[in-house]
């Protein structure tokens, strides 16, 4: 095969097809996290597991959320409803749109305590283990003990309180209590000095903010240094602060609080006088996100573009090259003089290095004929649809 040199591009799309029909939906978000402060969680429907929230991130039907302590999340719906979420709260998200820009709400709490408040005409429901509260242009706090002990404080409007054993209607300035085995208690007065207020204190004590330690992209498996800073909510370095801090690589980076002596996707580490190192490194190409939480702080995040090393690159390039020539002769000519900028999986998992591996090893084949696209600019594109060799997968 000719010599691929630097001039032009190549730019392989590849996806995987294993002998399986996959079907993908579109998930339409309903929330938006509009305030995030110290450890906020959230386990995504779309991308599962447990993963740092961030200022301004989405919610999906089904998605689960979680504070820490010394948190506090506030989530703003599509059709204006608002929750404040107290520390130590978890909780799922279910939601459908019924029409533009109206929604069917219900939120499953576990445990912990959140302030609601509803617009008018919504539809939106909050389960409990032991109860079950219908609210519609209401504004209510709600709290749940471990035991699923509820207890419901309406603050404006009314709430329609109820389980197995019974309902009641709650109205504004009241509260009631569910226990299991009994039903709501009837809603009794509450002296506006016993009107929860937590929901009025949440502004975060520090900032922490991300930072690289020299700018720039980032070699693919290449450690790096990123530097921790505590901030004051003036701005200034708070060289008081010395909590510990929660720093998660998202998908495609590592991160070690040791020194690069072990790599995982979170780590926590002890703040000295408002400052605080660690390595990361990055395992897939393109940009990648770091988060960085604290208790009474407000999330910090570092976006990182990754990329492979020049040495990285010539590898891959000689392995595509060869791929391509072994599964399809003829694209020997359309490819030469070419060398390989950029690939890509639109489905299925890996990386692109591992499928042209597997190309040269037999254990993968064409299904189909590659589709080869020449560009005016002299680049040329190549997707093809691969799949198991016969005898090496279902």
Known sequence: ???????????????????????????????????????????????????????GGKLANGDKLETG????????????????????????????????????????????????????????????????ASVKGTELNLMVEKDGTTHLTVLEGTVEFMNELGVILATEMTTSVSRAGESPSQPISVPQKAVPSWQKKTKEEWKLKLSPDKPGGKDIGEPFNIQINAKDSEGNNALDYGGEVTIAGKDGVQVSGDGGQSWVSEVSIKMNKGKGVLKAKGTEVGKRVVVVTGENASPGKLVVNMKRSKEAMNKINSKASKALGKIDPS????????????????????????????????????????????????????????KPSEGNGD
Request: charged share 20%; hydrophobic share 40%.
């Open 1 to 55: 095969m000719n010599k691929i040199s630097k001039n032009h591009m190549l730019s392989p799309l590849i996806f995987l097809s294993i002998g399986i029909n996959v079907m993908f939906a579109v998930t339409r978000p309903v929330a938006v996290l509009n305030k995030v402060v110290g450890e906020v969680k959230i386990d995504m429907v779309t991308n599962p597991g447990w993963q740092a929230a961030s200022l």
């Open 69 to 132: 302590t010394a948190s506090f999340g506030s989530i703003m719906f599509l059709d204006r409803s608002m929750i404040k979420v107290r520390e130590n709260t978890k909780f799922t998200v279910k939601s459908k749109r019924t029409v533009k820009r109206e929604l069917e709400t219900d939120i499953n709490v576990a445990v912990g305590e959140m302030n609601i408040k509803t617009t008018t005409g919504s539809k939106f429901k909050i389960q409990t283990p032991t109860s079950v």
């Open 331 to 386: 694209l020997a000519d359309k490819i030469a003089g070419k060398t390989l900028k950029g690939s890509s999986i639109s489905k299925g998992s890996g990386n692109t290095e591992d499928i042209f591996d597997q190309l040269l090893n037999g254990l993968l084949q064409l299904s189909g004929e590659p589709e080869v696209v020449e560009n005016p600019d002299g680049s040329v594109k190549v997707i093809m649809k691969v």
